[in-house]
C-alpha cells in the first residue's frame, strides 16, 4: 500500500480550480422545481450541473418512468396510485406539478426516452433503480436507443443484485452501487466496515460506490477504495463544510438538492478575492476528513 495516499498527519492540499466541483441534481434541480420532472431536469443543466440524478420505476406494461416513490399520492394531490400496477398512459395523465407550485400545474411524469433525450451530449445522468432487477431488460433497450454513450448514463441502485444484473445483461453500462454506511445503535459502530463493502462491490462487478456523506469516510477509507480501481461518489451534500470535505478527500463527483448555489459557495471559499485572508493560506486536510486553512508553506507540497 502507498503510505503516502493514507495522508495519516495533516496535509497541505492544493485549492482545486472552481471547476473540479462536479455535482450531480438530485431528482433534478429540486429545490427550484418540482422533483423528477422534465422542468427539474432541465433546470439543472441550464444552472451548470454535471449530471441529472432520477429515480425510475417500471410500469405494468414495460415502460420506465420516473418518480421517486412506488405510488403517486407524494407528487399527485388527488391520486394514489402505485407505479407498477398502471400503465404508462395512465401515468402521463396525472399533475405532477402543482404540488410544488401552481406555475408547475400539468407537469407529467417522463419517460425515462424524454429524460435521456434532454441530457447534453457533455453532461450525464445518475438513473436510480428503484425497484427490483426485473427492469434490467427494459432499461438496456432504453439505453441502446439513447442517443448517449453509455459513459453517460450510469445506472445506480441500493440493491446489489440489481447492479449485478445490470452487468449480466448490459455488460458495458457504467454501474454504481449506492452504499447507506449508518451507525449501528446496539454496537455503536459503523454498520459495515470497509472491507465488507469493498468485497460486496467487487463481487457484483460495480464500477464504483455512492456512498451517503459520513464521519468514517476518511483519507484512508478512500485509499482503500481507489486501491481496487472504484469511482467513488458521495450523495446528499447541501453544506459547504460537506463540500470542502469531499473536494479534499478527491470524491468524483457529489449528489446534491442545492448545486448552483453550492458551487457558488465553494467557489467563493476556496478562491476569495485578492486581498482576502485566505489568499496566502493553503488548505491542510486531516486523516479523519476534517479541514483548516493554515498559513501557506511552499515546502508541504
Known amino acids: 500500500m502507498d503510505s503516502s495516499l493514507l495522508l495519516p498527519q495533516a496535509s497541505n492540499v492544493a485549492i482545486p480550480a472552481t471547476d473540479s466541483l462536479k455535482t450531480v441534481a438530485?431528482?433534478?434541480?429540486?429545490?427550484?422545481?418540482?422533483?423528477?420532472?422534465?422542468?427539474?431536469?432541465?433546470?439543472?443543466?441550464?444552472?451548470?450541473?454535471?449530471?441529472?440524478?432520477?429515480?425510475?420505476?417500471?410500469?405494468?406494461?414495460?415502460?420506465?418512468?420516473?418518480?421517486?416513490?412506488?405510488?403517486?399520492?407524494?407528487?399527485?394531490?388527488?391520486?394514489?396510485?402505485?407505479?407498477?400496477?398502471?400503465?404508462?398512459?395512465?401515468?402521463?395523465?396525472?399533475?405532477?406539478?402543482?404540488?410544488?407550485?401552481?406555475?408547475?400545474?400539468?407537469?407529467?411524469?417522463?419517460?425515462?426516452?424524454e429524460v435521456l433525450e434532454i441530457v447534453p451530449e457533455d453532461k450525464g445522468i445518475f438513473i436510480e433503480i428503484k425497484c427490483d432487477k426485473k427492469i434490467v431488460p427494459a432499461l438496456k433497450q432504453y439505453?441502446?436507443?439513447?442517443?448517449?454513450?453509455?459513459?453517460?448514463?450510469?445506472?445506480?441502485?441500493?440493491?446489489?443484485?440489481?447492479?449485478?444484473?445490470?452487468?449480466?445483461?448490459?455488460?458495458?453500462?457504467?454501474?454504481?452501487?449506492?452504499?447507506?454506511?449508518?451507525?449501528?445503535?446496539?454496537?455503536?459502530?459503523p454498520s459495515n466496515s470497509i472491507e465488507q463493502i469493498l468485497h460486496v462491490a467487487k463481487s457484483i462487478g460495480t464500477d464504483g460506490i455512492d456512498i451517503n456523506k459520513t464521519p468514517w469516510l476518511t483519507q484512508q477509507v478512500v485509499a482503500k477504495i481507489r486501491q481496487q480501481g472504484l469511482e467513488l461518489h458521495v450523495f446528499t451534500v447541501d453544506e459547504l463544510t460537506d463540500a470542502i470535505r469531499c473536494l479534499a478527500l478527491g470524491v468524483d463527483t457529489i449528489t446534491t438538492n442545492r448545486p448552483q448555489a453550492l458551487r457558488q459557495e465553494v467557489a467563493n471559499y476556496l478562491q476569495p478575492p485578492m486581498g482576502t485572508s485566505r489568499v496566502d493560506e493553503s488548505l491542510t486536510v486531516y486523516e479523519d476528513g476534517s479541514w483548516e486553512f493554515l498559513p501557506y508553506r511552499p515546502d508541504a507540497f
Open 26 to 113: 438530485h431528482r433534478g434541480y429540486s429545490a427550484l422545481a418540482p422533483e423528477n420532472t422534465l422542468s427539474a431536469f432541465n433546470k439543472a443543466f441550464e444552472t451548470g450541473c454535471s449530471f441529472i440524478e432520477g429515480d425510475f420505476w417500471l410500469t405494468k406494461d414495460g415502460k420506465i418512468v420516473a418518480i421517486h416513490d412506488p405510488f403517486t399520492n407524494r407528487v399527485c394531490k388527488d391520486s394514489n396510485l402505485w407505479i407498477e400496477d398502471c400503465t404508462l398512459e395512465q401515468l402521463k395523465q396525472l399533475d405532477v406539478g402543482s404540488w410544488f407550485d401552481e406555475s408547475f400545474a400539468g407537469e407529467s411524469i417522463p419517460e425515462l426516452s
Open 143 to 189: 439505453l441502446e436507443n439513447s442517443k448517449l454513450r453509455m459513459d453517460q448514463q450510469i445506472i445506480i441502485a441500493f440493491d446489489p443484485e440489481v447492479i449485478r444484473e445490470v452487468k449480466k445483461q448490459i455488460p458495458q453500462a457504467k454501474t454504481l452501487w449506492v452504499v447507506w454506511w449508518f451507525l449501528d445503535e446496539e454496537t455503536n459502530q
